[in-house]
């Protein structure tokens, strides 16, 4: 989907305009995917907009540093904090989806990233749905990817680091060019991992079943959310490896991701899924997503965070 072109951007503590955010073609991202990043969403509610799980993404962009030995970077994590918030007001926006940037930046172009300097930005957009206007109501048609992911030896998956995006790109392309909305890929050993951006969840007889962290999963804070609420709905959620004929005969399958949200999976490889539209217990936990991100259920967890009024952003 195009990139709505919002009105500024953050950079390395600066505000500045959408089309002067560039950089130098020997950034060293550029060529060897030395950066790494976030996606986050705010939601509009009634009464202002809140980000959602603010504070787990910038640990996770933490982490994704440390795992990528990328620093040291010249903001702590409250400084980026405030920009996500800042930025959603200076842009205007209601809902929107927040892209925090860490990476190196124009030095030597040798493997080594040492002497590239470390820049963090920020930018924000509005985005519908990830899969398009119908999924989150009919479902997805998903294939089974070519593509794997890489071993645990190969690649840190608990990063989200640009690099490693290269092959998730590959299962976005091959699943749209051969009719599909997305690609799950299967781990080096064979079990199901996770879509290209997204996680998985199989229900059966009413309870959930998730891949674990060992399956070269990106660990989602979308997963964790739905854990949490189907855990306080009373429904049972097991962390265990999933062969890939066992996905064909769950009773239902979902998705979830920050972009995609809750997304139902309607088949597989062209073979329905259960009745092959979304069930009963992907519907019910929807519904709790959105009205919790939406502002219709009370914050017991403490996820939302409100945007103040920045007075600065009066420009
Ligand atoms: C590879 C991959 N898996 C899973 C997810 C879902 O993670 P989250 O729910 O934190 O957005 C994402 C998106 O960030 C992703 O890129």
Same mark, same amino acid.
């Given at each position: 989907m195009p990139?709505n072109?919002?009105?500024?951007?953050?950079?390395?503590?600066?505000?500045?305009r959408?089309?002067d955010?560039?950089?130098?073609l020997?950034?060293?991202?550029?060529?060897?995917?030395?950066?790494v990043f976030?996606?986050i969403?705010?939601?509009e509610?009634?009464?202002?907009?809140a980000?959602f799980r603010l504070?787990?993404?910038l640990?996770?962009l933490m982490?994704?540093?440390?795992l990528?030995?990328i620093a040291?970077?010249a903001?702590?994590?409250?400084?980026?904090?405030?920009?996500?918030?800042?930025?959603?007001e200076r842009?205007?926006?209601g809902?929107?989806?927040?892209?925090p !940037?860490?990476h190196? %930046?124009?030095g $030597?172009?040798?493997?080594n990233?040492?002497s590239s300097? =470390?820049?963090?930005?920020? *930018?924000?957009?509005?985005w519908g749905?990830?899969?398009?206007?119908?999924?989150?109501?009919h479902?997805?048609?998903v294939t089974?990817s070519?593509?794997r992911r890489?071993a645990?030896?190969?690649m840190?998956?608990?990063?989200?680091i640009?690099?490693?995006y290269?092959?998730?790109s590959l299962?976005?392309?091959?699943?749209?060019q051969?009719?599909?909305?997305?690609?799950i890929? !299967?781990?080096?050993? %064979?079990?199901? $991992?996770?879509g290209?951006g997204?996680n998985?969840?199989? =229900?059966?007889?009413?309870? *959930?079943?998730?891949p674990?962290i060992?399956s070269?999963?990106?660990?989602?804070i979308t997963?964790?959310?739905?854990i949490?609420?189907?855990?306080?709905?009373?429904l049972?959620?097991?962390?265990?490896r999933?062969?890939?004929?066992?996905?064909l005969?769950?009773d239902?399958?979902f998705?979830t991701?920050?972009?995609?949200?809750?997304t139902p999976?309607?088949s597989?490889?062209?073979?329905d899924?259960?009745?092959?539209?979304?069930?009963p217990?992907t519907?019910?936990?929807?519904?709790?997503?959105?009205d919790?991100?939406q502002?219709r259920l009370?914050d017991r967890?403490?996820w939302l965070?409100?945007v103040p009024?920045?007075?600065?952003?009066?420009?």
């Open positions: 990139l072109s919002p009105e500024w951007c953050w950079m390395d503590g600066e505000w500045v959408y089309e955010a560039t950089v130098h020997t950034t060293h991202a550029l060529h060897y995917g030395s950066s976030e996606g969403r705010a939601y509610q009634v009464g202002g907009t980000t504070n787990c993404h640990r996770r982490d994704s540093c440390r990528a030995r040291p970077l903001f702590t994590p409250n400084e980026i904090r405030q920009a996500c918030l800042e930025i959603v842009n205007r926006h809902s929107c989806y927040l892209r !940037l860490v190196r %930046g124009a $030597s172009l040798g493997l990233p040492e300097p =470390v820049h963090v930005s920020l *930018l924000s957009f509005e749905p990830y899969l398009g206007a119908e999924a989150l109501e479902g997805v048609d089974i070519s593509w890489a645990p030896d190969a840190a998956s608990l990063g989200k640009g690099g490693q290269v092959v998730n299962v976005s392309i091959e699943a749209k051969n009719g599909y909305h997305e690609g890929l !299967l781990d080096q050993a %064979g079990f199901v $991992s996770e290209a997204e998985l969840f199989a =229900v059966y007889d009413g309870g *959930l079943v998730t674990p060992s070269s999963i990106l660990g989602g997963r964790d959310t739905v949490t609420l189907a855990r306080d709905l009373g049972e959620v097991r962390e265990e999933l062969t890939r004929d066992r996905l005969l769950a239902e399958l998705m991701g920050t972009a995609a949200e809750l999976v309607r597989i490889d062209r073979v899924v259960g009745a092959g539209r979304p069930g217990v519907r019910r936990l929807q519904g709790e997503f959105f919790l991100v502002g009370p967890h403490g965070e409100r009024q920045f007075e600065a952003s009066v420009v």
